[in-house]
C-alpha cells in the first residue's frame, strides 16, 4: 500500500534524529559509496537520460531545459569529483561556534546542528539530486526530494542508487525519500510541523510559487539576473574575456550574465570588438539606443529586457554615464544573484563592492565562478538571494543552525537574583 506523503514526512522526521546523531566516519563512508555505485553505472545513468532526453524533444520542452537535462561524461566526473570533495570538507556538525564562561564551572557553548528535515524541489538538472543529496547526508539532514517530470527516468535510477550505497553506510532509508507528483509536493508544503526548510530550484516563476505557497522557511532565489559592468579604466582584453565566459560559457545557468553595462567612456572602443565575439558565439544583442548608434545590426532593448532571465544566447547592453549609474540600474533592476565590475580603479572596485547589494558581488572576474564547488564549499544545494541564515551559494553550513549547551554543577538562577546576588563572568573562552 502506498504510504501517504504525510507518512513519509513523520518517517523522515524521526530518521532526522538517528541521521543528526550519527558519526562523521559513517556520513562519510554512504558519501563514498554512492560515488562508487555513479562510477560503476555510468552506462545506465547516460542510457536513462538519453530516454528523458528523447522524450522532453518530443514534447518540444524548450531547449534551455533541455540542456539543464542532459548529462554526459564530462558531467558525472564532475559530480564524482565533487563528492570527492565534499567528503574531504570539515564536518559541518558539532563545531564549536562560540563558548563562553557564564560563571565559575557554568559553561556555555554555541554548537553547530542540522536543520532537520529538507525539502528540495528541483526542475530538469537531475545532478541536482545526487548534489542535494550528498550535502544532505554531509550535514545530517534528512531530505524530500522532488525533481522534474522531464527528468523522471534519471532522478529515478540516481535516487536507486544513492538509497541503496546510503543503506550499506547504516544510514536509514527513511531519510532520503523520493517524492513523485506534484500532488506530494502540494502536501508537503502544509506540513510546517515536520519539514524545516524548503529550498527550490527552478525558474524565477517557479521559486516565485513554491515561496507563496507555503508557511515554511524558504531558501532560494527567484530569479538570475546577472550583471557584468565594464568600468572606463577596464583592460578591453579582459573585459571581452570576462564578458564571453560569463554570457557563453554556461547560459542556461543563474549565474550567467543578462545584462551589460558599460561606461559610456569606453563603450565606442569596447562595444564594436565584444559584439564581434559574441556574435561568433551566436549570441543575440539588445541594445539601448546609444548602444544601437554604435553598433546599428543590434535588436532594439525594450524595457522588459532590463529585468529579463534569459537563460539563452541572449544578452541585453546598456550604456551608462557612470559607475553610480550602473550601480543604481543593478541594485533596481536585478535580482541580488550575482554581478561582476571590470576595472583596473581600485576606488571603482571598492565602490562597486561595497554598494551593490548582491548576495555575491566580483571584481574582475566572471559571474560564473558563483557557485558551491567553485567557492570550495563542496557541492551547493541552491543560490540564496535573501537576507536570513544563508546567503549566496549554499553549501554545507547553509544547512545546519545551531543551539545553546550550557552546563553547570548544580548552579540555580537564585543565587544570581536579589541582594548580595552572585555576578556573571561572561568570559569569552572561543
Not at 540542456?67 to 558525472?76: G, I, P, S
Not at 558599460?262 to 548602444?291: N, Q, S, W, Y
Request: hydrophobic share 45%.
Amino acid at each position: 500500500m502506498t504510504q501517504s506523503i504525510s507518512t513519509k514526512v513523520k518517517k523522515a522526521k524521526q530518521a532526522s534524529f538517528s541521521l543528526a546523531a550519527a558519526s562523521e566516519a559513517k556520513r562519510n563512508k554512504a558519501l563514498f559509496l554512492i560515488a562508487k555505485a555513479i562510477a560503476c553505472s555510468r552506462e545506465l545513468i547516460l542510457k536513462e537520460n538519453q530516454k528523458d532526453i528523447s522524450e522532453a524533444k518530443a514534447a518540444k520542452i524548450p531547449e534551455a531545459l533541455i540542456r539543464r537535462l542532459k548529462l554526459d561524461e564530462a558531467k558525472l566526473a564532475e559530480m564524482l569529483s565533487g563528492i570527492k570533495d565534499l567528503i574531504a570538507l570539515e564536518d559541518p556538525i558539532g563545531r564549536i561556534l562560540a563558548r563562553t564562561e557564564l560563571d565559575t564551572g557554568l559553561i556555555l557553548e554555541k554548537v553547530s546542528v542540522p536543520i532537520g528535515v529538507i525539502g528540495v524541489i528541483f526542475e530538469s538538472r537531475p545532478d541536482a539530486l545526487v548534489q542535494i543529496s550528498c550535502l544532505a547526508i554531509k550535514s545530517g539532514n534528512a531530505v524530500m526530494l522532488k525533481g522534474g517530470s522531464e527528468a523522471r527516468r534519471s532522478n529515478a535510477i540516481f535516487f536507486s542508487l544513492i538509497a541503496e550505497a546510503a543503506g550499506q553506510a547504516g544510514i536509514s532509508n527513511l531519510a532520503l525519500q523520493l517524492l513523485e507528483t506534484r500532488e506530494d509536493v502540494k502536501e508537503m508544503l502544509t506540513l510546517h510541523s515536520y519539514i524545516d526548510l524548503i529550498i527550490p530550484r527552478g525558474s524565477n516563476r517557479f521559486v516565485a510559487h513554491i515561496m507563496q505557497s507555503t508557511k515554511i522557511p524558504v531558501l532560494g532565489h527567484a530569479s538570475g539576473i546577472c550583471h557584468a559592468y565594464i568600468d572606463k579604466d577596464a583592460d578591453i582584453g579582459k573585459a571581452i574575456a570576462i564578458t564571453l565566459d560569463a554570457k557563453c560559457q554556461y547560459p542556461a545557468v543563474c549565474n550567467a550574465i543578462e545584462t551589460l553595462l558599460v561606461h559610456r567612456d569606453i563603450a565606442r572602443e569596447f562595444l564594436p570588438k565584444a559584439a564581434e565575439k559574441l556574435k561568433e558565439k551566436g549570441v543575440e544583442l539588445r541594445g539601448c539606443k546609444r548602444t544601437k548608434e554604435i553598433i546599428p545590426s543590434v535588436k532594439g532593448a525594450a524595457e522588459e529586457d532590463w529585468g529579463a532571465e534569459y537563460n539563452d544566447l541572449i544578452l541585453s547592453i546598456k550604456i551608462v554615464d557612470s559607475i553610480g549609474e550602473a550601480i543604481e540600474h543593478i541594485n533596481t533592476n536585478g535580482s541580488h544573484h550575482t554581478d561582476t565590475i571590470v576595472t583596473q580603479d581600485d576606488q571603482a572596485k571598492r565602490q562597486f563592492l561595497a554598494e551593490v547589494d548582491s548576495s555575491s558581488v566580483i571584481a574582475n572576474a566572471s559571474t560564473r565562478f558563483a557557485d558551491g564547488f567553485r567557492y570550495g564549499l563542496g557541492a551547493e544545494v541552491g543560490i540564496a538571494t535573501g537576507k536570513i541564515h544563508a546567503r549566496g551559494p549554499c553549501g554545507l553550513e547553509s544547512l545546519t543552525i545551531y543551539k545553546y549547551r550550557l552546563a553547570g554543577d548544580g548552579h540555580i538562577v537564585a543565587d544570581y537574583a536579589g541582594i548580595g546576588a552572585k555576578r556573571f563572568t561572561h568570559r569569552k573562552l572561543a
